[in-house]
């Protein structure tokens, strides 16, 4: 593997998705430790370094994008190996069932779809959008749920696991737009029409702002008439220094504009995943 391929992988990145799995491990019904790495392993190592692999292959940024400030020009082997992170990804799956198997596949179609030049749903802002939020919060939520507990999947159709993958969508729809927020010029030299594109800068701050409102809300309702209002609390707690933060990065781009950089759109996603994986663990380990 080329150094250039390993970075393009970005599997640092994963950290930044593992809420909504470690959300789903906290409400599932699970024993086997070993299932749970298992899903974990396929998840994070494999799953979602392809889908980053393979975007950029196809985007073949030469500014910065999500985990890598000065990324190095993409080669074939990123290709190859993205593909076959992927054929693990699948071999793996099917040893726990072919259910998971197949939304393994159907999670590596779509995000394989949001940059292949026959489809690019990143040309197309909100089908872009909503595949990114649906995928990576709603589906990869029952996916995770569906991996680490084995339930039908007919059981997620039920109200007590779509609810909280729901929220776990209406989070990252708020939170991605925030993600291309320095990608601007770029995007439109090549002519992708990204939904923070069409917000503009500072309507793409208000955009996540109502969203990430929104959510909270959601979320605080959820576990207050679920678990407990010590579970709310603690959540709004927790991810105060998130809206802190978001707050003082507003304050700077709104005088000046170019504050909306790579820099300050990385720290907010650490600060706002490393709480919210914070959370979640905490909360994990309350209910077992």
């Known amino acids: 593997m080329k150094k250039s391929t390993f970075l393009h992988l970005r599997l640092s990145f994963s950290f930044y998705l593992l809420p909504v799995f470690i959300f789903g491990v906290a409400l599932s019904e699970w024993e086997n430790w070993i299932r749970l790495l298992l899903v974990f392993f396929i ?14 292959y196809f985007d073949k940024d030469e500014g910065s994008i999500g985990g890598l ?13 993205s593909l076959l992170l992927d054929l693990a990804a699948l071999g793996l799956g099917l040893l726990l069932s072919w259910s998971f198997c197949l939304m393994l596949l159907i999670y590596g179609i779509a995000s394989k779809a ?3 030049p026959m489809v690019r749903l990143k040309k197309r802002p909100v089908l872009g959008w909503l595949s990114v939020g649906i995928f990576q919060g709603y589906f990869t939520f029952l996916m995770t ?3 680490v507990s084995g339930i039908s999947l ?5 109200w007590n696991w779509q609810l909280p993958a729901l929220l776990s969508s209406f989070l990252l729809l708020g939170s991605y737009p925030m993600t291309q927020i320095y990608q601007h ?14 917000l503009g800068v500072l309507g793409t701050f208000y955009f996540t702002g109502i969203f990430f409102f929104s959510a909270g809300l959601g979320f605080f309702i959820y576990f207050m008439e679920t ?24 304050t700077k781009v709104w005088s ?10 990385m720290r907010l996603n650490f600060v706002s995943a490393l709480m919210l994986n914070l959370f979640f663990i905490i909360f994990a380990i309350n209910l077992r």
Do not use: C
């Open 43 to 56: 998840l994070h190592f494999l799953l979602y370094p392809a889908s980053n692999g393979y975007n950029s």
């Open 69 to 81: 400030e000065n990324p190095p020009a993409t080669t074939k082997d990123l290709y190859n190996w």
């Open 114 to 116: 949001y940059s292949h």
């Open 145 to 147: 749920v569906h991996g």
């Open 154 to 158: 007919g059981s997620l159709m039920e």
């Open 185 to 198: 010029v770029e995007d439109e030299k090549r002519g992708d029409i990204t939904i923070s594109l069409i």
């Open 227 to 250: 678990f407990s209002l010590q579970i709310s609390l603690l959540f709004v707690l927790l991810l105060s220094p998130v809206t802190l933060y978001f707050l003082y990065w507003f």
């Open 256 to 265: 000046d504009q170019t504050k909306a950089d790579f820099r300050h759109t």
